[in-house]
């Protein structure tokens, strides 16, 4: 089996996140991962991109971490692919399927309202992941909800509670979302570590919205000591 991480963050470009790329891709390969999807806080949200730098700049930044990550990837073995994570209210998307010239012609992404966001990415060939949906934080005044928007949801996060996961599980089966599972590393040190296993290795993100889609891939879940 092939193992790969949908959900992790760097330091070059999530400001929360004190692994840089390299680190991480280090990180996941001493543990037995075949790939990681690179998944840094979008330019809404959490970044280490100045507001009042050039849309060009902004993006640039964005890509940084991914950057990195895939240069030591390249070097060790380590498959790296590029995503977002999407921010509306404090309540995270992982967007998977589009890369860097997308993003330099649509700067508008940073003006339309999430259901026209979504529906923007659906129609390039994109997908949404709801990320640790039932998360609680002084900083989210409420749980927002997108079922008709999503293609799947994150029933596993590491960093959340089992009751939180459990929900997100029951809200996935509701609404006939894909399940898909992610660790939300920041920093390189977490124990539990979380993604999904396939049969064939993934030869680029859009296989891995094709292996979501035909549901060909297991859920991973593993406490390291």
Request: aromatic residues 14%.
């Amino acid at each position: 089996m092939f193992r790969y991480e949908t959900h992790c963050h760097t330091a070059e470009s999530s400001a929360c996140a004190s692994a840089s790329g390299e680190k991480q891709a280090k990180f996941y390969k001493e543990r037995g991962f075949t790939g990681i999807i690179v998944t840094d806080h979008f330019l809404n949200a959490n970044t280490t991109a100045p507001w009042d730098e050039k849309w060009e700049n902004r993006v640039d930044i964005l890509f940084r971490g991914y950057e990195n990550a895939k240069a030591t990837g390249d070097i060790i073995g380590l498959d790296v692919f590029f995503g977002w994570e999407y921010t509306v209210h404090g309540c995270d998307f992982l967007t998977y399927g589009l890369g860097k010239e997308w993003l330099l012609q649509h700067p508008e992404v940073m003006e339309l309202h999430p259901n026209d966001y979504f529906d923007l990415v659906h129609a390039h060939g994109g997908i949404i992941v709801h990320a640790h949906p039932f998360r609680e934080a002084n900083y989210i005044d409420m749980i927002r909800l997108f079922p008709r928007k999503c293609d799947g949801c994150e029933v596993i996060n590491s960093c959340r509670t089992d009751f939180e996961n459990t929900l997100a599980k029951q809200y996935a089966d509701n609404y006939g979302l894909r399940y898909t599972a992610g660790s939300d590393n920041h920093h390189a040190k977490q124990n539990r570590l979380s993604g999904i296993e396939t049969k064939e290795r993934i030869q680029d993100i859009g296989n891995f919205i094709e292996i979501l889609k035909n549901g060909k891939y297991k859920l991973y879940d593993e406490i390291f000591s």
